[in-house]
């Protein structure tokens, strides 16, 4: 693949960041990618001889696993650290760590943290790629595209389409980027959860918000669930889980009720019972295990556009050229 510069940049911190036509990009470039991972051998040599850093800083299951089969199936080089694994419980500080790695002659950084603004902190300081896998309540990028490429592959255009993220607003950096992505395609989006767990003011950023489940439900065409994010709140959000999945919970009576057939996606982990309910998880309503399908193509998408390639080369790509 010939050097290029990217389409998206250097990074990718957010999408607050990229217009419609670079999100559209990254979408389209999934598409071809697809195919790979349904091959007897998934694997194209993309990107042979880059070296890619996943540096985990929080855990993670889907984001990490799905980042790491996407930079193999692309044919990376690739290097999973921790923080429980790294120099940090020494003390070490992220950049001295990431400056490290640079020695090393790195090509790109998959960063995850609980600090927002630590994705934008270290692209701004080492030359190599840095790609936001979720840092602190700021946004989640890739999260937010795959959650786009799925709903797309359901209902083909997502202007005018009406989506409403259900749950922990406050906390959840995939609803920044989910909202962010949405308006910048054209859809209407809206919110809905308890009062204490929607931020204050997020109607400026072009949202409606609903306090009833039975209203949002009403009004949407897609609804994307997300958890209770227990691990971010100290305490007085929500009185019980039991009463949470009482008022706001994605329940199958609340979706037989809905005036039209709702596409139901959650970004995972789930809490069953919580704030989706096992028959909607597994029922015919739920996109949620395409959506970790689309995770891989997506992020293959983002590897292959920021080291380079170009979208309209992509079909090229998959077929084993080097785009």
């Not at 911190?13 to 990618?33: N, R, Y």
């Not at 349904?38 to 001889?49: A, D, F, N, S, T």
């Not at 790491?68 to 020494?90: C, H, P, Q, W, Y």
């Not at 997502?158 to 980027?177: F, M």
Request: charged share 25%.
């Amino acid at each position: 693949m010939t050097r290029e510069p990217s389409p998206l940049g250097k990074d990718l911190i957010g999408l607050e960041e990229l217009t419609g036509e670079q999100i559209l990009s990254i979408l389209d470039t999934a598409e071809p990618f697809k195919e790979i991972s349904e091959r007897r051998i998934k694997k194209v040599p993309v990107l042979r001889g880059k070296t890619i850093v996943n540096l985990f800083m929080e855990p993670s299951t889907r984001t990490r696993i799905s980042f790491e089969f996407a930079e193999k199936r692309l044919s990376a080089d690739t290097v999973n650290i921790s923080a429980s694994g790294s120099s940090v419980v020494k003390g070490e500080t992220l950049v001295d760590t990431a400056r490290n790695l640079e020695a090393m002659r790195i090509d790109m950084v998959v960063i995850r943290h609980g600090s927002s603004g630590a994705a934008r902190f270290l692209a701004d300081r080492i030359p190599s790629n840095v790609i936001n896998a979720g840092d602190g309540a700021h946004e989640h990028p890739t999260q937010a595209l795959l959650d786009l490429l799925t709903i797309r592959d359901h209902r083909h255009e997502l202007e005018g389409l009406k989506v409403c993220i259900v749950g922990d607003i406050l906390h959840s950096r995939v609803a920044r980027s989910n909202i962010f992505g949405l308006l910048r395609l054209g859809a209407e989006v809206g919110v809905c959860g308890p009062m204490t767990l929607v931020p204050a003011g997020i109607e400026a950023l072009g949202v409606r918000v609903f306090r009833r489940i039975e209203e949002a439900i009403e009004w949407a065409e897609v609804l994307n669930v997300l958890r209770l994010q227990l691990e971010r709140m100290q305490g007085g959000f929500v009185p019980s889980l039991r009463e949470y999945n009482r008022f706001f919970g994605v329940t199958m009576p609340r979706l037989e009720a809905a005036p039209r057939d709702l596409l139901v996606l959650h970004p995972g982990p789930m809490n069953r019972g919580v704030e989706i309910d096992s028959d909607v998880a597994d029922g015919p309503h739920s996109v949620i295990l395409q959506q970790v399908t689309n995770g891989v193509a997506v992020r293959m998408a983002v590897l292959y556009l920021l080291a380079g390639g170009a979208p309209e080369r992509a079909e090229a790509a998959k077929k084993g050229g080097m785009g």
